[in-house]
């Protein structure tokens, strides 16, 4: 099953700057990779799905980007703002593309 | 607008009791997952459903878990008995399976056994 390793310690940054997570996996290099945000007490959040041949992915201030030499994708939060403070977790499908494993996640916090 | 909605949200038992939590998937949406979440394990799959019918239940422990959807609207998830150990936040998500697995999450039911 895949393995995936996202930073276990909190990233604190001030606001307006930009916030960058990583996810790392160690098997096989699925089609695509989804990322999710989680605020305390709630459930996780879909925010963006990037597959495999996109390379980079945009939505208002994320940018998504995936990289299957590397086995890496990177999240980043351009212009960060407190409201961005929350767990982030990357998530991969498994082989049978039913179900996902999700990473432990990364806390961010944006401080004003 | 239509989400998931978990029930109970909180819930406090001794060990030994039966604990049942329930799910109301989004109407329409034909797969639902069942996790649980600690601080040292992270979110982990504990059973999934395609139509109804039970996928992959893997993740459960067998001798003590059940899980189950009587009908399109409502899942469960038994615990019986409970232990200590299975405090945590249980999930349940509901997806389409055409939809490349994003997962829409309900609030969650933090169960505490003592």
């Known amino acids: ?112 | 607008d239509a989400r998931v909605t978990q029930t109970p949200r909180h819930k406090v038992t001794e060990m030994g009791q039966e604990v049942t939590m329930r799910c109301q998937p989004i109407l329409g949406h034909n797969t639902v997952f069942w996790y649980r979440q600690t601080m040292m394990q992270g979110l982990e799959l504990l059973a999934y459903f395609r139509n109804r019918a039970p996928l992959d239940d893997s993740g459960m422990p067998k001798d003590r878990f059940s899980a189950e959807m009587p009908d399109a609207t409502l899942a469960t998830l038994k615990i019986q008995p409970s232990e200590p150990r299975d405090s945590a936040v249980y999930f349940c998500a509901s997806g389409l399976s055409y939809r490349a697995g994003e997962q829409f999450f309900g609030p969650g039911t933090r169960l505490t056994v003592l």
Request: glycine share 6%.
């Open chain 1, 1 to 112: 099953s895949q393995k995936i390793e996202q930073n276990s310690e909190a990233l604190n940054i001030q606001e307006g700057k930009t916030a960058t997570l990583t996810c790392n996996y160690t098997n096989y290099s699925p089609a695509y990779l989804q990322w999710y945000r989680q605020d305390p007490g709630r459930g996780p959040v879909f925010l963006l799905l990037i597959r495999e041949n996109e390379k980079e992915k945009r939505k208002e201030r994320l940018k998504v980007t995936f990289d299957t030499t590397l086995k890496q994708s990177l999240f980043h939060i351009t212009a960060s703002q407190p409201a961005d403070s929350a767990t982030y977790l990357c998530a991969l499908p498994n082989s049978g593309y039913s179900t996902l494993t999700f990473g432990k996640g990364t806390m961010l916090l944006v401080s004003p």
